[in-house]
């Protein structure tokens, strides 16, 4: 990945907004606040294109991304930013997502952002994880802002989140959890592998 392969494509709440792309695409969802914006942008290696804020509750529709590689130019990965939840009622943000997340087959997977310092997976991401069991989407687990948390307390945070998930959706979890954070980086290198190793490129 470098930065100028990475592009900006629209926002969108329906599917007709969407349904014209059919590249291998990637989500990045969780609570509001927990870092997605900021580890995307950290992803594509593209700071200004992505927004992201210290308010909770930034992102509010879905915004896809393209992602070109040498040997695919036209080809593109698409990565989406998902509005957080937990912040709105389910009810905001519901609809178009549980329709996004039920028809797009497109979805090679989701990653869960789940943040380190809170260290346990909330109500909100436990239903969640109900919804992408029972459309059966991979979903990848990702503890963000591990440079908030000493590494011990990191490989404990980690086993504990993987098997509550696992609990809840023992189909669609991958059983690796990646550790990142914006901040130092770290783990966004294999969050980049995970992509390519989905996405068959
Ligand atoms: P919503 O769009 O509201 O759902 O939030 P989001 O999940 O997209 O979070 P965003 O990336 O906007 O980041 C929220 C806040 O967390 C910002 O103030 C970021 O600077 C901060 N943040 C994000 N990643 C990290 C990290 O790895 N380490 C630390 N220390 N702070 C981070
Ligand atoms: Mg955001």
Known sequence: FSQRDAKFLFTAT???????LSNPEFTFAGRSNVGKSSL??????????????????????LNFFGLTSSTYPESAITVVD???????????????????LST??????????????????????LSFLELVEQYNV?????????????????????AKVLRAAMDVAPTAVVPEVICCSYKTKVGVDAIQEAILRASGV
Do not use: C
């Open 138 to 158: 991979p979903t990848q687990l990702l503890l963000t802002k591990t440079d908030k948390l000493k590494r011990t307390d990191l490989n404990i945070v980690s």
């Open 40 to 61: 995307i942008s950290a992803v594509l290696r593209s700071q200004s294109l992505v927004k992201t804020s210290k308010k909770p509750g930034h992102t509010s529709t």
């Open 82 to 100: 998902m509005p957080g939840y937990g912040f709105r009622s389910r009810d905001d943000w519901g609809q178009f997502i549980m329709e996004y």
């Open 104 to 125: 797009r087959k497109e979805l090679k997977r989701v990653f869960l952002l789940v943040e380190a310092k809170v260290g346990e997976l909330k109500t909100t991401d």
């Open 14 to 20: 329906k599917p007709e907004q969407y349904k014209r």
